[in-house]
């Protein structure tokens, strides 16, 4: 009997012991499956820590390009606001007074939006591509003193699943010790006898003739390239003159024909296509506004269909050309006469003037001998890119807002700095006319910067 119930007792002791080894094995495998399934949460953390991190870096590297991109050149009058020279083409004024400039795929783009660009794919550690969905600049004009703008800046990857919004604020600001000049647009320079937003469409012939202040200048610019396949020469003279007299004509004896190359030239920014933006006129005037010039002109009754009068303006030395025909001697009415000056003049040599012909009257032809003193600008993008020029001289420069047909052989453009003489450069650029140049620093607002 006694062994009988020792038999039983080590049966009960190996029951017991299988159980603890099977508790102790579920808790360790419990534990392998719950440290296992933190260490990959962890991961996740981990991973979307650092997609987080990089979209975030992102959107600040999007408000460093902001910054950048209105810092690229000076501000300019625009009304009661102030707009960088060529570029940041603001959206109309809501009802608090403020206007938007906005860049990104995210959004429908204003004129004159930069590229927006970040390190592609495989050059972040998670691998991820990141976008500027949205870049935007709203101006707050009564917010600070000087022109402020909130610039919000939206970052996010390929599918749309990472997210981030950085904001800033941005000051346009004039020096301490700046004071406005009382006449004329400050830096200005005479353009080159040819500024044009697109090409010339085909090599000229018949040797017209374009004289330069000096052999080193450049003949023509291109807001869309300085190549010679978009600016071909073909039988265009290129020579210089010497105004040795000084009475801004030129006479027999002051020029010397072939004497330089066909020097080519491009805007620093490129014109966008389509050209919505007057680029060429930008560029030309320094970011003058064609607005206001149109609104002078109107103003000053200055808008002439073929009755243009001949010699030095009245008024406004800015004119409203509203004729489709040729601009020739029958166009031109008056008498007028003294040096450089005829009934088939406008403007003198001392009193040159803008001719401006808007969009809506295409490109009409300047022919039959007539003398322009000053700058001619043809608003329309596509009108003059098959209508030739009939022969005329143009003392100054003749701008285009897209293509230019060839000039025929009773042509000639002479470079004329009507910006070197104060009085001269008063009456072409009134300062109600034309906005001065402002040297505006733009700067971030310390403490201003915001992640979302």
């Not at 600070?144 to 599918?159: E, L, M, Q, T, W």
């Not at 007028?336 to 003037?353: A, M």
Request: proline share 6%.
């Amino acid at each position: 009997m006694i062994a009988f119930n020792l038999n039983i007792k080590s049966r009960q002791q190996g029951a017991a012991t299988l159980i603890v080894v099977l508790v102790l094995a579920m808790i360790m495998g419990v534990a392998a499956l719950t440290t296992a399934r933190t260490g990959i949460m962890e991961q996740r953390i981990t991973g979307n820590d650092i997609r987080a991190r990089e979209a975030r870096e992102s959107a600040e590297a999007g408000l460093e390009f902001a910054l950048a991109y209105a810092t690229k050149s000076e501000w300019v009058a625009d009304g009661s606001h102030y707009a960088p020279v060529h570029f940041l083409k603001w959206e109309s004024m809501d009802e608090n007074g403020e206007r938007n400039f906005a860049c990104g795929s995210d959004i429908t783009p204003s004129a004159d939006c930069p590229a927006l660009a970040l390190p592609g794919s495989g050059m972040t550690s998670s691998g991820e591509t990141y976008t500027l969905g949205e870049l935007v600049y709203t101006e707050i004009p009564a917010a600070f003193s000087g022109s402020a703008i909130r610039v919000k800046s939206v970052a996010r990857n390929a599918d749309n699943s990472v997210t981030a919004t950085s904001e800033m604020f941005i000051v346009s600001q004039a020096p301490t010790n700046y004071v406005p000049p009382e006449v004329g647009p400050t830096g200005f320079s005479m353009p080159p006898p040819w500024v044009m937003a697109g090409c010339i469409t085909s090599a000229a012939t018949g040797t017209p003739d374009t004289f330069l202040l000096a052999a080193g200048d450049t003949a023509v610019i291109s807001g869309k390239s300085s190549g010679a396949s978009c600016l071909p020469q073909g039988h265009l003279n290129v020579g210089t003159w010497n105004d040795a007299n000084n009475n801004g004509v030129m006479d027999s004896g002051e020029s010397a024909a072939n004497s330089t190359t066909f020097k080519r030239g491009q805007f620093d920014e490129l014109c966008p296509v389509p050209n919505t933006n007057n680029c060429a006129w930008n560029h030309a005037f320094n970011g003058g506004s064609l607005t206001a010039a149109k609104a002078a002109a109107t103003s000053a009754g200055n808008v002439f269909t073929s009755n243009i009068p001949c010699g030095a303006p009245s008024g406004a030395p800015i004119y409203l050309i509203h004729q489709n025909g040729n601009i020739n001697s029958g166009a031109i009415v008056g008498s007028c006469s003294g040096v450089g000056v005829n009934n088939k003049t406008i403007g003198t040599p001392s009193t040159p003037v803008i001719l401006i012909v808007p969009s809506a009257y295409g490109c009409p032809k300047l022919n039959g001998g007539i003398v322009i003193y000053g700058i001619v600008y043809f608003e329309s993008t596509t009108a003059c890119a098959s209508n030739g020029w009939g022969g005329a001289d143009i003392y100054g420069s003749v701008i285009w807002e897209g293509d230019v047909d060839k000039p025929n052989a009773n042509s000639r453009f002479i470079a004329i700095d009507f910006s070197n003489d104060g009085a001269i450069n008063n009456t072409l650029y009134p300062p109600d006319v034309l906005p001065t140049t402002l040297p505006y620093a733009i700067s971030a607002i310390p403490g201003t910067w915001k992640d979302f």
